[in-house]
């Protein structure tokens, strides 16, 4: 069986606008894709659908896929129902100190 869910994320910062000193919000959203399949206990979450460039393994169970900008466009997953799954090392977007 082949799930698929669409979710979209925000992220909101507060800081000294560098004009005049006032605070200001800025909010990101990003809209990502988990993609899983349980015949193959394999994930795929999908960040954006720029053109793929590289691969970059992190070990055994993960990768990240890059657009030629070095943009993540998606991150790989193998066993994530039987193992579980590191986040640490993992570019996630949503998580960004910018």
């Given at each position: 069986?082949?799930?698929a869910?669409?979710a979209?994320t925000?992220?909101?910062?507060?800081?000294?606008d560098?004009?005049?000193?006032v605070?200001?919000?800025?909010?990101?959203v990003?809209?990502?894709?988990?993609?899983?399949?349980?015949a193959?206990?394999?994930?795929y979450?999908?960040?954006?659908?720029?053109?793929?460039?590289h691969?970059?393994?992190?070990?055994?169970?993960?990768?990240?896929?890059?657009?030629?900008?070095?943009?993540?466009?998606?991150?790989?997953?193998?066993?994530p129902r039987?193992?579980?799954?590191?986040?640490?090392?993992?570019p996630?977007?949503m998580?960004?100190?910018?």
């Open positions: 069986m082949r799930l869910h669409r979209t925000s992220r909101e910062r507060s800081g000294p560098d004009r005049d000193g605070a200001t919000r800025v909010e990101a990003i809209d990502l894709l988990l993609e899983y399949d349980e193959v206990d394999a994930a979450l999908t960040v954006t659908e720029a053109e793929f460039h691969r970059e393994s992190l070990d055994d169970a993960r990768g990240v896929n890059y657009a030629e900008d070095g943009s993540v466009i998606g991150i790989e997953l193998l066993s039987r193992m579980g799954v590191v986040l640490d090392g993992l996630i977007p998580m960004s100190s910018e």
